[in-house]
């Protein structure tokens, strides 16, 4: 079904659609200061049965960052304590499930993100811009040759997202060939098998010893 693009609200609804105030976070909020909003949170997470549900969820999988995050924008919207505060308690609320999550020999990960991962992407990225550029380039100036298409095969895998790993595995094994013996060439002789050395005549029976 299409949707129609002037069914959406027009800029400046959320500003006249309420009475300035009527939303928990447009009005004073509830703490002021960053040392009474960890204060409160340190209160609510020392009960036993709320801190055992932060517990499974970690144990379960999810990050100890978007947890936070979602804590804390909970009451933000719900008008205790504003954004800005928020963001500042954060890294100590990470520290805090941390500690408590070792105490309950819990694994955890502080975040989704995988810093290496990110940074090969970002030179992968780079690089197939690079080669994007020299292709147009040497398209553009009527150059085009095999070294132009061995950048667009570059770039055909640097637009993938397989790994160097799995572009091993993808590879074709190449099947080895037995090594053969060198054939003599022509007018050269082959060479001489060398041959079992005979036992040594016993001493006393050759032609020039001497007869008794």
Do not use: C
């Not at 004073?28 to 949170?41: G, I, T």
């Not at 933000?76 to 100590?92: E, K, N, Q």
Request: net charge negative.
């Amino acid at each position: 079904m299409p949707v129609s693009q002037f069914g959406k609200p027009v800029p400046g609804n959320s500003l006249t659609t309420h009475k300035p105030g009527e939303r928990p976070w447009e009005r004073p909020p509830e703490v002021a200061s960053v040392e009474e909003a960890l204060s409160l949170y340190m209160r609510r997470l020392a009960n036993d049965d709320i801190m055992d549900d932060f517990m499974v969820a970690l144990e379960s999988g999810i990050p100890i960052k978007p947890m936070v995050e979602s804590l804390y924008m909970s009451n933000v919207m719900r008008g205790v304590h504003t954004l800005d505060v928020g963001l500042l308690i954060a890294p100590a609320l990470m520290e805090f499930f941390a500690a408590v999550a070792d105490s309950y020999d819990i694994k955890y990960k502080f975040s989704n993100k995988d810093p290496k991962k990110e940074m090969k992407e970002r030179e992968r990225a780079r690089i197939t811009m690079l080669l994007n550029a020299a292709i147009d380039k040497a398209d553009d100036a009527g150059m085009a040759d095999e070294g132009t298409e061995m950048l667009r095969e570059m770039m055909s895998y640097t637009e993938s997202d397989m790994s160097r790993e799995e572009a091993a595995e993808a590879a074709p094994e190449t099947p080895q060939e037995a090594p053969t013996e060198a054939e003599p060439m022509q007018g050269e002789l082959p060479l001489e098998e060398p041959q079992p050395a005979t036992a040594a005549a016993p001493s006393g029976a050759g032609l020039m010893s001497p007869r008794g």
